[in-house]
């Protein structure tokens, strides 16, 4: 590293443009015709320079860098530099020959006097030029691999990247490779120029860019540090260079991932950092010292990520507290804002203080305001391509992004751009040249909405030229809106000249007229100056064609509120175009309702006149209201809803009709508020006139002219009575109305002396209360003494009359009346006839009776009974003593709750201490209990268990004349809970509970509950059964739950032989099994659900439609198309229904044989003797039980083959002329028929398990073959009626467990197993069969025996020689087995016999275990128990021999060719060849 004064080759010696050039030059450029322009941003061509690259390339080199200041500095490929002003002129050209050896310029950077330039080079060196004269300052040059490793320079062959200037120094720089090295450079001069080097970072990685703070126009303590920025492709790092190289932060870069590097050479990557220099500004600050400027910033990005951290000065350095006089403060740094762009930023520098500009890698510009957090697109790339160089590739070897540091840089606010052959510069356009642009551009409306967003600083946008605003009111603000106010009110004028130009071709659009009003409201509004809107606007837009769409523009701000009060020629447009059009009338009224329309300023009669025409009766009586009459509206209103005939039986109201309006307008004028917005009126005073005019006008006082003088009154009833009133009590609760205070004189003497009441007495000041309670006294008076007047309906009378005393009794509580007073009303409500009122009357005469008691309540007895006053007469009642007439009068009234409450009433008096008050209660249930049990049965029986003098038997008893309702007090008593029981259809067969065991009652088999042991219940067992039988008539579905729930309660009430006696006499056959089922007698229950069976059938065959076509054949042959239809349409929708609807039932009932059967099971296995019983009874025992049990299988399954079998037969013997929906219907019945056939089998194969041994396959099947009949008379009966009391052959049997064992498909399947099921009770359970299927095990189809097998040592059949074990594959797994099986014989005293069976290769061996569990004699015909030395061990072929024999043949040797034979039996060794039988 060396510094020389190497001199250059000048090329021009012209003078240095001064310095105010770059300002003319560039405002001439600007004034020149643009070449590309967007709404922010404007391009132009550096024309002059331009035009000489191509002759300056030619000289020099090509372009490779450009830098810009007061000159511009452009670097060559050949490592010269030119240094030109804007005018293109060469100021000087740097270089030599030994400078041609540094490469191409890779960087140029000015100094801050622009006087001195730094350059970098391709090859390594970088060179300090001083271009005014034309000579090097310092040269740095690159390190050779050959110098020693303490050796400071850039490795030789790196390109440069990045160079600057620290602050304002000519002799302090730095430099940065794109291999992750930065240098920084001191040039001393002292006695001796000297240079020193000094690393300042040397990641390795790759470095995007370093940059050095430069001094900015204001002086700050960083600018004595020397602050320099290093950002690589791993973090970002600051570094201190005056007084010794100190690092002041770092960072790493943060990923989506997590904290983690990114790997570079996963896709391309960017990276830009620049500072923002301290400068001088205007704002508040915490210490003096910087109070009036704004500290640097540093902006970079990494990828599409951007982050500025702000410097933040410490005064406080002494570490507590205080303050260190003239210490230098502590410089830190803080993220002050993040923000992700669209894409990776490729290049990024500062325009002022709070903006940033950058670009992305598809070279869009963007610009970033920082105070906001906004970001704005301000242009697309200038005309022609943007340059980028890629240096840190080719560098380093690694993929990143062009460098634009290069071809690209910010001077004064001004972007500088290499594009190609030409150089631009573009800056963003001020805010009135956008506004001429646009306006220029043809789009005023734009301009417009534009100029308003400026004026009130809502643009959203950046904007260049005018001030901030940083709060409303502000100096700020003022300035902004001095410049913007003019130039907007220009835009508006020239906007509508240009627009509603009469000789404007062609004409505006309806939506250009409406945008261009919108717009120009909008500022008119932002300018708070209404007469441009009223003058200007509106009379350019006054012309036909155009008002209405002005008018409806500015409708939407006077309904939002913005537009308050317009002029009156505006006020008559709206008017006469709206009011013209019918869709706008309710518009128009809107208009006006939202207008603040002040006397003298419209026309009053035009407006009230429109509205009444137009009936818009809200805003007429808002603008009466304004002017300060109340009153004249009411009359109007009035009068125009008796014109539209609104009438007392109208039940709603529109909002808009006149009654309606007058009734809201009379509620809020009362309550002393604005109408109709309902704002108080101010002052109070005035409220308080509003309200009693209005008082007054309705409620005058009273004359001998009821008719005329409640003239308004009455008219306000005709409207709509009800809400009259409801508006009143909302008025008269209202606590302003408590301030209302009306004078009143007497309206003559004679009304005066009349006046007996005290609110009525000659007083001259009354409340408002006062005064409507007399009104409406008066008026109904009146009406009810002159019916033939008409003056009010009876229906009228009845409200009002019941309205005045309610308000008077709530608000006079204390204040008595006379006699005669009293009587008028009494006389009034009693009197009255009309129905619909009577509830309002009798709460009115209940409060009167209360406040003012009669003298003698006997009087009143008659006719508040003729009344209908229910309550009254009970309270005369309870005056007089008379309780049971009290309480007769809850049964009397017609409210039900009222009828109800009767319940309440008992209590009350049964706990009250009254006199003779329980006795009544005793006379009046006992009298009374069939009404009462009417009324509510539970609340019947609750009140009787409160009461202690009654009891349920007096009331059971008294109520025998009635059943039903005995039936439904028992239930409410005994059965409290009767909603969860749910109505079935009385046909359905009983569930009686017992599909799993847990959920069995069970009760010693041998010694039945006796009936006279039921455990003790709260209530007699006599009541129980009667209740009982009751249900059995009334509720017969219910009987089964009730029996249920008590069983599982673990208290039966009831006697098992009464619950039997009982559902037998009614044919409630759920309950009758249920209490079989529970008495033991399992073969009633079967045979009673059997019966039920056999009914449904019958129903199903009748149910089956019997026509054929033969009877649908017309005499001479022909059949009509209609019978043909109907011959071939099929099984009707209703049809199917009713026969599936006996079917389900069928079903049902046989589900409930089932659960007999498995009761039977259940009950009967654990019911056996104890273990001291011998075993000849125990035998006995099992014996009994195993016979009674299959006879109820056996019993079940012929009945429901019987049905199968016959349906089938009726379907086989159907002709060929059958109507297809009698062969459907018949398809139908044997398809679930079949279904129950399958379920009764299921059950009874899963029932036949080890764990009972009761039940035999055998022995079912066999009684199923052989001919004969069951002993038991009542199966006799069954099977007769049934019809299967025949025996069944071998094909039936087949069909009959191929129903049962759906799992073989197979005929040879089925025939074996059949086989094996007829002749051996072989299988024990129906899941052991199922799981051996699942495995694989299959029975073979022919019995001939396997010449290949015959000379192996495995046991084989005698007659067939079928191997008992067959393995091809493994010797050693044969011989384990054989060894196993001859060992269990010889120890085991078990009859049980493993047989596992293997196939060949190709089928994989599978095995089953098999279990023996009796014999079967064929000889005997009945099942016995026989001997160990008569066990037959059985074959797959279906051969059988004894087991006692396998021994001794298992061990001969079957190679000699002789075979084994049985030697105790072979006489009966062929019996078992069950293979024959099929």
């Given at each position: ?919 009544s209660v005793c006379r009046f249930v006992v009298s009374n209990a069939a009404e009462l049990v009417e009324v509510d049965a539970d609340a019947f029986v609750e009140t009787i268990e409160i009461i202690e003098a009654l009891d349920h038997s007096s009331v059971v008893d008294a109520l025998n004349e009635h059943p039903q309702l005995q039936f439904s007090y028992m239930r409410a008593l005994l059965d409290p809970a009767p909603e969860q029981h749910t109505p079935s259809d009385e046909r359905l067969p009983p569930n009686i509970g017992l599909p799993d065991e847990q959920h069995i009652v069970v009760y010693p088999f041998q010694s039945l509950v006796p009936d006279n042991a039921q455990s003790a219940n709260k209530f007699p067992q006599a009541l129980h059964e009667r209740y009982l039988e009751l249900m059995c008539q009334y509720s017969p579905g219910a009987v089964l739950p009730y029996l249920k729930q008590h069983a599982d309660q673990g208290v039966e009430p009831l006697r098992l032989a009464s619950v039997q006696t009982v559902c037998a006499r009614y044919g409630v056959n759920d309950g009758l099994v249920w209490a079989l089922v529970r008495l033991g007698d399992f073969s009633a229950a079967l045979l009673t659900l059997l019966k039920e069976v056999d009914s449904e059938t019958s129903r199903v065959r009748a149910a089956v439609p019997e026509t054929s076509n033969a009877e649908l054949t017309l005499p001479d042959g022909v059949v009509s198309d209609e019978q043909e239809i109907q011959g071939h349409a099929g099984l009707t929708d209703a049809g199917r229904e009713r026969l599936e609807d006996h079917l389900r039932v ?333």
């Amino acid at each position: 590293m060396e510094s020389d004064t190497e001199p250059s080759t000048p090329v021009s010696t012209l003078e240095a443009t001064p310095e105010t050039e770059y300002e003319n030059r560039i405002a001439n450029l600007e004034a020149a015709p643009t070449q590309s322009t967007t709404e922010y941003f404007s391009w132009q061509q550096l024309a002059d320079i331009s035009e000489r690259l191509t002759g300056l390339g030619e000289q020099y080199g090509a372009l490779t860098t450009v830098c810009t200041g007061d000159y511009v500095a452009l670097g060559t490929e050949r490592g010269s530099v030119v240094v030109t002003d804007y005018l293109g002129r060469v100021k000087m050209a740097l270089g030599s020959a030994a400078s041609a050896a540094y490469g191409a310029v890779s960087a140029l950077a000015f100094s801050a006097d622009h006087m001195v330039l730094v350059a970098g080079y391709a090859q390594g060196f970088v060179v300090v030029w001083d271009w005014a004269k034309g000579t090097t300052a310092a040269v740095s040059r690159p390190r050779q691999a050959s110098d020693s490793p303490d050796a400071a320079g850039h490795p030789a062959g790196t390109a440069i990247t990045c160079v600057g200037f620290i602050g304002a120094s000519r002799h302090r720089y730095i430099s940065g490779s794109g291999g992750g090295l930065v240098l920084y450079h001191h040039i001393v001069r002292r006695l001796l120029t000297t240079m020193s080097t000094q690393p300042l970072a040397s990641d390795g990685g790759v470095l995007f860019e370093a940059a050095a703070l430069a001094r900015g126009t204001h002086a700050c303590v960083t600018d004595d540090l020397g602050l320099v920025a290093i950002l690589t492709d791993s973090s970002i790092t600051i570094v201190k260079t005056r007084h010794g190289v100190e690092q002041q932060y770092r960072a790493g870069f943060q990923t989506a991932e997590g904290t983690r590097r990114r790997t570079v050479a996963r896709r391309p990557y960017a990276g830009s950092v620049a500072w923002q220099s301290a400068q001088r500004i205007e704002r508040p600050a915490t210490t003096p010292a910087e109070s009036d400027a704004m500290l640097p910033k540093l902006a970079y990005s990494w990828g599409a990520h951007i982050h500025i951290l702000a410097v933040h000065l410490d005064y406080n350095v002494s570490g507590n507290g205080t303050a260190l006089g003239s210490a230098a403060p502590r410089v830190q740094f803080e993220r002050e804002t993040e923000w992700t762009a669209i894409e990776d930023v490729v290049f990024c520098r500062w325009i002022d203080p709070t903006t940033l500009l950058y670009m992305t890698q598809s070279q869009r510009v963007f610009v970033f305001e920082t105070q906001f957090a906004q970001e704005t697109e301000i242009s697309t790339a200038p005309p022609a391509r943007i340059v980028g160089r890629a240096w840190v590739t080719l560098t380093t070897g690694t993929e990143a992004e062009p460098s634009y540091a290069a071809a690209m840089c910010v001077h004064r606010r001004r972007l500088f751009a290499h594009c190609g052959s030409a150089l631009y510069v573009g800056r963003l356009l001020m805010w009135a040249e956008r506004l001429e642009l646009l306006a220029t551009q043809g789009q005023l409306v734009d301009a417009i909405a534009l100029a308003t967003g400026f004026y009130q600083a809502r643009t959203g946008q950046i904007v260049v030229g005018l001030p901030r605003v940083q709060r409303a009111g502000d100096a700020g603000q003022l300035r902004r809106q001095a410049l913007v106010g003019g130039r907007l009110a220009d835009l508006m004028r020239r906007a509508l000249q240009s627009t509603l130009a009469a000789d404007r071709t062609p004409r505006a659009t309806d939506a250009e007229v409406r945008a261009l009003a919108t717009v120009c409201v909008q500022a008119c509004l932002a300018l708070s100056d209404m007469q441009i809107l009223f003058t200007d606007v509106f009379e350019s837009f006054a012309t036909e064609p155009y008002r209405l769409a002005f008018l409806e523009t500015v409708e939407p701000f006077i309904l939002s509120g913005a537009i308050t009060r317009v002029p009156a020629q505006m006020l008559n447009a709206l008017i006469d175009v709206f009011g013209s059009m019918l869709s706008h009338v309710q518009r128009l009224g809107a208009v006006l309702y939202a207008l603040d329309l002040q006397h003298g300023e419209f026309d009053i009669d035009r407006v009230l006149g429109c509205c009444r025409k137009l009936r818009l009766w809200r805003t007429f009586a808002r603008v009466w209201l304004d002017l300060g009459d109340p009153i004249a509206p009411v009359a109007s209103i009035i009068a125009a809803a008796a014109q539209e005939n609104e009438l007392l039986d109208q039940e709603q109201l529109d909002d808009e009709a006149p009654g309606a309006v007058i009734l809201d307008y009379l509620d809020m004028v009362m309550r002393g508020r604005s109408y109709p917005d309902g704002q108080l009126l101010k002052p109070q005073a005035r409220a308080e006139a509003y309200s009693a005019r209005v008082a007054q006008l309705v409620f005058p006082p009273a004359t001998d002219d009821a008719k005329s003088t409640f003239h308004t009154l009455r008219a306000l009833l005709a409207i709509d009575t009800e809400r009259l009133l409801e508006t009143l009590g909302h008025i008269l609760n209202d606590p302003f109305t408590s301030y209302i205070n009306l004078i009143v004189k007497p309206s003559s003497p004679q009304a005066s002396r009349d006046s007996g009441r005290a609110l009525r007495r000659a007083s001259q000041v009354k409340s408002l209360v006062q005064v409507v309670v007399d009104a409406l006294h008066a008026l109904t008076m009146a009406a009810h003494s002159h019916p033939e007047q008409s003056i009010l309906a009876p229906r009228q009378i009845g409200l009002l009359t019941s309205f005045a005393l309610i308000l008077y009794a709530t608000r006079f509580p204390l204040v008595y009346l006379t006699d005669a007073t009293v009587s008028e009303w009494s006389d009034v409500l009693l009197t009255l006839n009309d129905t619909s009122t009577r509830v309002e009357r009798e709460n009115a005469f209940e409060l009167l009776f209360k406040l003012n008691p009669p003298p003698v309540y006997a009087d009143y007895i008659d006719r508040v009974r003729c009344a209908g006053f229910f309550r009254v007469l009970e309270h005369i009642y309870y005056t007089l003593g008379q309780f049971e007439d009290a309480l007769r009068t809850f049964l009397d009234h017609p409210d039900f709750a009222q009828r109800r409450a009767v319940f309440a009433a008992i209590q009350d008096l049964g706990a009250a201490s009254r006199p003779h008050a329980a006795e009544s209660v005793c006379r009046f249930v006992v009298s009374n209990a069939a009404e009462l049990v009417e009324v509510d049965a539970d609340a019947f029986v609750e009140t009787i268990e409160i009461i202690e003098a009654l009891d349920h038997s007096s009331v059971v008893d008294a109520l025998n004349e009635h059943p039903q309702l005995q039936f439904s007090y028992m239930r409410a008593l005994l059965d409290p809970a009767p909603e969860q029981h749910t109505p079935s259809d009385e046909r359905l067969p009983p569930n009686i509970g017992l599909p799993d065991e847990q959920h069995i009652v069970v009760y010693p088999f041998q010694s039945l509950v006796p009936d006279n042991a039921q455990s003790a219940n709260k209530f007699p067992q006599a009541l129980h059964e009667r209740y009982l039988e009751l249900m059995c008539q009334y509720s017969p579905g219910a009987v089964l739950p009730y029996l249920k729930q008590h069983a599982d309660q673990g208290v039966e009430p009831l006697r098992l032989a009464s619950v039997q006696t009982v559902c037998a006499r009614y044919g409630v056959n759920d309950g009758l099994v249920w209490a079989l089922v529970r008495l033991g007698d399992f073969s009633a229950a079967l045979l009673t659900l059997l019966k039920e069976v056999d009914s449904e059938t019958s129903r199903v065959r009748a149910a089956v439609p019997e026509t054929s076509n033969a009877e649908l054949t017309l005499p001479d042959g022909v059949v009509s198309d209609e019978q043909e239809i109907q011959g071939h349409a099929g099984l009707t929708d209703a049809g199917r229904e009713r026969l599936e609807d006996h079917l389900r039932v069928a079903e049902r009932c046989i589900g409930g044989c089932v659960d007999v059967c498995k009761a039977a099971l259940t009950r009967l296995g654990k019911d056996t003797p104890n273990d001291a019983s011998s075993d000849e009874t125990q035998n006995k025992y099992r014996s009994l039980v195993s016979a009674q049990l299959c006879d109820l299988w056996l019993t079940l399954l012929r009945t429901a083959l019987s049905h199968l079998h016959a349906t089938n037969r009726t379907l086989d013997a159907l002709p060929d002329v059958t109507l297809s929906a009698t062969r459907e219907a018949w398809q139908l019945v044997s398809s679930r028929q079949r279904w129950m056939l399958q379920t009764v089998l299921d059950a009874l194969i899963f029932a036949a398990s080890p764990a009972s041994s009761f039940i035999s396959l055998r022995h079912i099947i066999q009684q199923l073959i052989v001919t004969g009949t069951p002993n038991d008379k009542a199966h006799v009966d069954i099977v007769k009626q049934s019809g299967a009391a025949r025996s069944l052959d071998i094909a039936e049997i087949q069909h009959l467990l191929a129903v049962a064992v759906s799992a073989y498909k197979t005929e040879a399947q089925l025939m074996a197993l059949t086989n094996v099921l007829v002749d051996y009770d072989l299988f024990t359970t129906f899941a052991q069969l199922v799981r051996s299927q699942k495995q694989g095990w299959r029975v073979p189809t022919d019995a001939q025996p396997s010449p290949a097998l015959s000379t192996r040592h495995d046991l084989c059949c005698l007659e067939c020689r079928t191997p008992l074990f067959a393995d091809q594959r493994q010797e050693h797994v044969m011989a384990k087995l054989r060894g196993q099986i001859a060992q269990y014989y010889e120890t085991s005293a078990l009859r049980v016999l493993d047989l596992h069976i293997f196939e060949d290769r190709s089928a994989q061996w599978k095995w089953m275990k098999l279990r023996t569990a009796s014999t079967f004699d064929p000889y005997l015909g009945s099942s016995t128990r026989q001997k160990a030395a008569d066990q037959v061990v059985l074959f797959k072929c279906g051969h059988g021999f004894h087991q006692h024999c396998m021994p001794g043949l298992a061990h001969k040797d079957l190679a000699s060719g002789c075979a084994p034979e049985c030697v105790q039996c072979a006489d009966r060794s062929t019996v078992f060849r069950t293979g024959a039988t099929g």
